[in-house]
T-cell receptor
Framework: GAGVSQSPRYKVAKRGQDVALRCDPI?????LFWYQQALGQGPEFLTY????????KSGLPSDRFFAERPEGSVSTLKIQRTQQEDSAVYLC????????????????FGEGSWLTVV | AQSVAQPEDQVNVAEGNPLTVKCTYS??????LFWYVQYPNRGLQFLLK??????LVKGSYGFEAEFNKSQTSFHLKKPSALVSDSALYFC???????????FGKGNQVVVIP
């Protein structure tokens, strides 16, 4: 697709419920990132994939958070037993290594999945 | 560790006046600096970046930013602000060997007609 696509855009979950957030990156993009943005804050890094390999998951806040990208394209962020503090916007982003050297690659973000835990 | 500081919570500017949004950074290696804009209920849109070369970087929608190594700053500027520039602006940094972008807390820009 033309941009990073995320679904659902809005999700209301009851406390304790499991949720799954989907990300479809820009076609051909090797790198995929998940970020969490709390209300009034900047995005915070959660995890990073290069193709299907999860190279960095140091930002995941607890073992209730799990991300996968089994075929190196679509990714899913799963949150188990949701808590109120999980309420945030979850942003997916992707980049292509061909656009300049590693750290200089532009990262393109999706519209986000807005999660509210009640 | 890499970090970004955006010292002002909100920037108010009259339409047609110059707009500046401040950003300072801290990295252990070479800095790679980015500006993003976020409109209400939307994701982050890339504006511009500094990798190497000219300190003045031009980006989308008439925005530009100046990299200043001695002051570790990367301020965003626009010569003449539009009402439609009202949004949340984020500065972000990466350094060598680091895949993650570190973001500042963001600056709300309000352009007054």
């Amino acid at each position: 697709g033309a941009g990073v696509s995320q679904s659902p855009r809005y999700k209301v979950a009851k406390r304790g419920q499991d949720v799954a957030l989907r990300c479809d990156p820009i076609s051909g993009h090797v790198s995929l990132f998940w970020y969490q943005q709390a209300l009034g804050q900047g995005p915070e890094f959660l995890t990073y994939f290069q193709n299907e390999a999860q190279l960095d998951k140091s930002g995941l806040p607890s073992d209730r958070f799990f991300a996968e990208r089994p075929e190196g394209s679509v990714s899913t962020l799963k949150i188990q037993r949701t808590q109120q503090e999980d309420s945030a916007v979850y942003l997916c982003a992707s980049s292509h290594p061909g656009q300049g050297s590693g750290p200089g690659n532009t990262i393109y973000f999706g519209e986000g999945s807005w999660l509210t835990v009640v | 560790a890499q970090s970004v500081a955006q010292p002002e919570d909100q920037v108010n500017v009259a339409e047609g006046n110059p707009l500046t949004v401040k950003c300072t950074y801290s990295v252990s290696g070479n800095p790679y600096l980015f500006w993003y804009v976020q409109y209400p209920n939307r994701g982050l849109q890339f504006l511009l970046k500094y990798i190497t070369g000219d300190n003045l970087v031009k980006g989308s929608y008439g925005f530009e930013a100046e990299f200043n190594k001695s002051q570790t700053s990367f301020h965003l500027k626009k010569p003449s602000a539009l009402v439609s520039d009202s949004a949340l602006y984020f500065c972000a940094v990466r350094d060598d060997g680091n895949n993650r972008l570190a973001f500042g807390k963001g600056n709300q820009v309000v352009v007054i007609p």
